[in-house]
Nanobody
């Protein structure tokens, strides 16, 4: 069973930056496209970016221009660099396949204060 572990969340003021990490198991990144998601309080989980196996990272409009994703297939991991954070970015951030076929990890919480 694939294990997904997110880390790096915390509290930051608006305009700040944060870097999140995702670690998978069983060579997941070499097998499937992976993505970053988030779920804000009271809202549905949404996709932020897709890291395909052999193509460029694709970003959705949600945080486009304020995030950068990089992956390390050899280490079965990826990071999410976030900048110019806004209070509406407050959410729990997750990684999973795209589409999300694996059990969700616990996520990592990001709180952005104004």
């Amino acid at each position: 069973q694939v294990q997904l572990v997110e880390s790096g969340g915390g509290s930051v003021q608006a305009g700040g930056s944060l870097t999140l990490s995702c670690e998978a198991s069983q060579n997941t990144f070499s097998k499937t496209a992976m993505g970053w998601y988030r779920q804000a309080p009271g809202k549905q989980r949404e996709l932020l970016a897709t890291a395909p196996r052999g193509s460029d990272i694709a970003y959705t409009d949600t945080m486009k221009g304020r995030i950068t994703v990089s992956k390390d297939t050899a280490r079965d991991s990826m990071v999410l660099h976030m900048r110019n954070l806004k209070p509406e970015d407050t959410a729990v951030y997750y990684c999973n396949a795209v589409p999300p076929v694996y059990s969700w990890g616990r996520g990592t919480e990001v709180i952005v204060s104004s």
